[in-house]
């Protein structure tokens, strides 16, 4: 059993040498097809699209899936994403079909609970994310976003947030800059 296990043959090794390379070399080629966009993080679409290419690119090089299989799976995944991105860019109802709302889990430097809860994210959550951002005073934090892709922005510094960058986010009034404490646990 474990002479299988440790062992294989001749064959077996070309295979996997041709496949791991023909599959890398699709992958390169569909995404100087379809675009910058192949390995964004732009949406949880896009982000499923990398994982699945990912998984792909693993099955046919160890040759669990077929070398047509998987070119085949590529091509409908990345044709997939490029409608979906399509359909995102002209329309707004495509846009809320897979998109979430980014979500504001502080503003002005206050922690906003019910944003928080929503998310399910904790204040030692946003604290790190402060820290990895260079933040010093909290004072400083104009706004902390749990964006659609589940990143975390951290806008900080002098003056408010211009109401276009933060216009889409939930839980943020322009009319008043301060949050809204309705979680609007729809879209989380």
Known sequence: MTELWLSTDWNQIWLV?????????????IARVVGLRSFSKMSSFDFVVTLATGSIVASVAASSTSLANGVLALIVLYAAQWSIAQMRRRSGWGQRLVDNKPIALMLEGEFIEDNLTAARVTEDDVRAKLRQNNVHRIEDVRAVVLETTGDVSVLHGDGPVDDVVMGDVRGFDPATTRAVLRPQSDDV
């Open 17 to 29: 040498v041709v496949s791991a390379l023909v599959i890398f070399a699709c992958v390169i080629l």
